[in-house]
């Protein structure tokens, strides 16, 4: 495997032979060790919705709920969020849940408002290069989920994780959420090589988004399932209590119901790839 020269603090080094990953505490869960489920709207629409939705998730299994109330899209016409309500919204769904909350940060002056709710913040891929956002985030400790840029190379990606850990926290988790190519059926295909490649030149947890990826809500179950045989250590996925009056990204939201059945994929998926990897241990 090729090295990424420059980078000292998100290669992965070897202690007594083998590899010492990072694992983070996020409440209940340790990323890295448990497998992390992280599932929401894309954007908290009302306190109704995320209640909804939060109780959905929980029961369904997730250890994590996530919701934006920062959207920020290509137009400015579109849906903007609710900010400081819809980050009092999440938080309450979060606590009466028992279920740690993300939601996106865009800007370093939003950093310390929503730091005051959110368990841990999330970059998105088109935010990846904010390297004064990336900076400050650094600064607080708690962790972040860090997107890869639909046109990042994976060197890029891991330099972005190095300024968060070169500032200061350590606690960082790579998403891989599609790539641009000539394609328009999916907005940006999934690169699960991206995915393995990571996992061995990092120690950082590494998961994936194949609902922002593909855009599709018929091709979240297979590219989950895939990502999780690609050796990723979590999803996340957006859930939404009634798609079809969804403020964004219609297409690719699943309904608790189509949900529900996908962690029972996931459970299964999990336990086989377990079997395969002890089967393979003991061959070699």
């Known amino acids: 495997m090729k090295k990424i ?54 029961d369904a299994g997730v250890n994590m709920l996530r919701g934006s109330v ?46 005051e709710y959110a368990d841990a913040f999330q970059i998105r891929a088109n935010n990846m290069q ?5 900076v400050e985030v650094g600064k607080v400790k708690k962790p972040v989920l860090l997107k890869r840029g639909m046109n990042a190379t994976i060197k890029e990606w891991l330099n972005c994780a190095e300024y968060i850990m070169n500032a200061g926290n350590p606690n960082v988790i790579l998403c891989e959420c599609g790539v641009q190519t000539t394609d328009t059926y999916t907005r940006t295909p999934l690169n699960l090589s991206a995915v393995t490649v990571a996992k061995r030149l990092t120690h950082l947890p590494v998961i994936v988004d194949p609902s922002h990826a593909t855009d ?43 949900f529900k059945d996908l962690m029972g994929d996931i459970r299964e998926t999990l336990t086989f790839r377990d079997n395969l990897n002890e089967h393979y241990k003991k061959k070699n």
């Open 5 to 58: 020269k420059n980078i000292k603090h998100v290669t992965a080094k070897a202690e007594n032979g083998t590899c010492k990953k990072t694992e983070i505490k996020i409440g209940d869960i340790t990323v890295g060790k448990d497998f992390l489920v992280i599932a929401g709207p894309c954007s908290v629409e009302s306190e109704e919705q995320i209640m909804t939705v939060a109780k959905a998730v929980k």
């Open 70 to 115: 920062y959207k920020l899209g290509t137009s400015p016409y579109s849906f903007q969020g609710l900010r400081k309500v819809e980050l009092q919204y999440l938080s309450k769904a979060g606590m009466e849940t028992r279920l740690p909350i993300i939601t996106e940060v865009l800007d370093p002056r939003d950093i310390y408002l929503i730091s």
């Open 216 to 258: 599709c809500v018929e091709l979240i179950r297979p590219m989950t399932l895939s990502s999780i045989m690609a050796g990723c250590d979590g999803v996340i996925i957006e859930v939404h209590p009634s798609t079809c009056d969804a403020f964004s990204d219609i297409e690719q939201k699943l309904t608790p119901d189509q």
């Open 130 to 134: 904010n390297y004064s956002l990336l």
